[in-house]
Antibody
Framework: EVQLVESGGGWVQPGRSLRVSCGVSGFTFHDYAMHWVRQAPGKGLEWVSG????????DYGDSVKGRFTISRDNAKNSLYLQMNSLRVEDTALYYC????????????????WGQGTLVTVSS | QSVLTQPPSVSATPGQRVTISCSGSSSNIGSNYVSWYQQLPGTAPKLLIYDNNKRPSGIPDRFTGSKSGTSATLGITGLQTGDEADYYC???????????FGGGTKLTVL
């Protein structure tokens, strides 16, 4: 069974940093691209970032470009999102999502999702 | 403001058919495949449709997808109360080099 478990969320003041993680099991992690998608309270989905299977391809949404960094450790079956210079508008539930395409690059389709980790940015 | 445009809400009665539209532009829907997600209250989204009209294993054929030009449509037949959820369209945007979503459509089954 595919499982994605996010951790590391919490409350942080504006301007500070936070790193969230996603541990996965049930599939060959190093074969698949991975993504972070967030959802602000009561709002819709927003794609944050994607990373190819070998970390050779990385993209970010415009709202986080230059502030967030995605990375992965294939030996540890883990995905990370380093969030710097956090803003109030970054408050959201952050989902880790697996890409459906096993070629290693991302298709942009997310066939498995974690339950999310809540990041609250507030003074 | 979302890049893709969806109606905020739709409603129908059990057993009926409903469609949800998703409108974009030449840089997203017009040149890339579309996906659809269902988000039941309090849960993570679930992939319903990818590549415009393909269903992952386990998704019933009551759910169908189509695309024409810069618009896409999700169809749901034989509506059930358990279909009450938020539905999102998504696709790659070539100009933005990223995935974009619609604002979501809340389906109410009366």
């Amino acid at each position: 069974e595919v499982q994605l478990v996010e951790s590391g969320g919490g409350w942080v003041q504006p301007g500070r940093s936070l790193r969230v993680s996603c541990g996965v099991s049930g599939f060959t992690f190093h074969d698949y691209a991975m993504h972070w998608v967030r959802q602000a309270p009561g709002k819709g989905l927003e794609w944050v970032s994607g990373i190819s299977s070998n970390s050779g391809g990385i993209d970010y949404g415009d709202s986080v470009k230059g502030r967030f960094t995605i990375s992965r450790d294939n030996a540890k079956n883990s995905l990370y999102l380093q969030m710097n210079s956090l803003r109030v508008e970054d408050t959201a539930l952050y989902y880790c999502a697996k890409d459906i395409d096993g070629s290693g690059y991302y298709s942009g389709y997310f066939d498995h999702w974690g339950q999310g980790t809540l990041v609250t940015v507030s003074s | 403001q979302s890049v893709l445009t969806q109606p905020p809400s739709v409603s129908a009665t059990p057993g009926q058919r409903v469609t949800i539209s998703c409108s974009g532009s030449s840089s997203n829907i017009g040149s890339n495949y579309v996906s659809w997600y269902q988000q039941l209250p309090g849960t993570a989204p679930k992939l319903l449709i990818y590549d415009n009209n393909k269903r992952p294993s386990g998704i019933p054929d009551r759910f169908t997808g189509s695309k024409s030009g810069t618009s896409a449509t999700l169809g749901i037949t034989g509506l059930q109360t358990g279909d009450e959820a938020d539905y999102y369209c998504g696709t790659w945007d070539t100009s933005l080099s990223g995935v974009v979503f619609g604002g979501g459509t809340k389906l109410t089954v009366l």
